[in-house]
């Protein structure tokens, strides 16, 4: 192998004479070295782990990362690091490479698990509340807070100025008073 | 009392009635879609070297258990009664089926030795037949009728009333 990389950096730096500088013996070597720099090169993740493309690993997480680990709390399958997880990932993985949609994929572990393994529940049906609710609740809570305000303001307008009137009236009268005394 | 007074109290209702529902309720109990449902098909190498599927014991009760020799103390409870009961209806036709999950062999053959399993055991490369099956945990155990269909699923350790019931159930072909 050597030997071989030594004569391809010969013929780079000849003269340029073709038919003598890369005979094709020097091109088998030359295959044979980028063979060798190809196998040598340290391999991408997905093919150490004997795993597809990435474009098809992408959609693995998609589908895996709405999936929920059920021997996890709050993680889903793409995140969770356990047994069954990855075992999971696997089988969305195999079920993708046979040509299944997301939704096909979903649809048999729900047959599987239950809507339980969706981490998102569907929007249909009794789950609406769940995404409808908090708008809902969020209305409320803005119509109330708008409501109590405007009676707020209200009753302020109504009750008019807040300072007692006698003692307003004191005040008036003693700076009416020392304006008077300091002005003889 | 007006209306405004008594609007409180009533918006509290559907709350409590929530509540009520959530307390009646294991939050750790997950309704399997498989019950009264067609069994999913299943092929197992089984220790001793044969294979068993599904689609053979056609026609027969099935009890299906999902184990681990990890599973400690669950597993190691309701053993000696999968194996007490597998012996005595297995001449009124009861097939009992043991699936090992996420195991090594040797451990696993350990565990049968030590519990002297005598009905077939294999394991599950690749999760297949758990999650095909929806397990979230072992043990847990399938009763499947004549028909092949689903009846009850039992997470956790089997009590002996409970399995008692269940058998008699499949047998009768309730």
């Excluded at chain 1, 529940?121 to 708008?135: A, D, I, S, T, Y």
């Excluded at chain 2, 294999?122 to 004549?146: A, C, L, N």
Aim: glycine share 8%.
């Amino acid at each position: 192998m050597w030997s071989c990389i030594g004569r391809v950096g010969a013929a780079a730096s000849g003269s340029g004479h073709r038919g003598r500088w890369w005979p094709a013996g020097s091109r088998l070597c030359l295959a044979l070295v980028i063979a060798g720099i190809v196998l040598a090169a340290p391999r991408p993740s997905w093919a150490a782990a004997g795993t597809a493309a990435p474009d098809l690993e992408d959609r693995v997480r998609e589908v895996a990362s709405e999936l929920r680990c059920v021997v996890c709390r709050n993680l889903s399958v793409a995140d969770s690091p356990s047994d069954l997880a990855k075992e999971m990932r696997n089988l969305v993985r195999e079920l993708l490479q046979q040509g299944k949609t997301r939704e096909e994929v979903q649809a048999y572990f729900v047959s599987r698990y239950g809507e339980f393994v969706l981490l998102a529940p569907p929007k249909r049906g009794f789950n609406l509340l769940v995404w409808g609710l908090p708008f809902v609740a969020l209305a409320v809570g803005a119509c109330a807070l708008y409501f109590v305000a405007k009676r707020w303001t209200v009753q302020r307008e109504q009750a008019g100025p807040s300072v007692n009137q006698a003692y307003a009236e004191r005040v008036r009268r003693e700076l009416q008073e020392r304006d008077g005394s300091s002005g003889s | 009392m007006s209306w405004k007074k008594a609007l409180i109290p009533l918006a509290s209702v559907p709350l409590i009635i929530l509540l009520a529902y959530g307390f009646r309720t294991d939050p750790k109990a997950i309704p399997s879609p498989l019950l009264r449902q067609p069994a999913p098909g299943f092929r197992v190498a089984v220790y001793d070297g044969d294979e068993l599927s599904l689609e053979r014991l056609k026609g027969k009760p099935v009890v299906l258990n999902f184990w681990a020799s990890w599973c400690y103390p669950a597993c190691y409870e309701e053993a000696p009664l999968l194996e007490s009961t597998w012996r005595q209806y297995k001449d009124q036709g009861l097939v009992m089926v043991g699936v090992d999950i996420q195991d090594k062999e040797a451990n696993a053959r350990e565990f049968m030795r030590r519990f002297s399993f005598t009905f077939p055991n294999g394991p599950d490369p690749g999760s297949k037949i758990s999650i095909d099956y929806g397990v979230y945990g072992v043990p847990e155990t399938f009763f499947i009728d004549r028909e092949g269909r689903i009846i009850y699923k039992h997470v956790g350790a089997l009590a002996p009333e409970l399995m008692e019931a269940q058998v008699q159930a499949l047998l009768k072909g309730k």
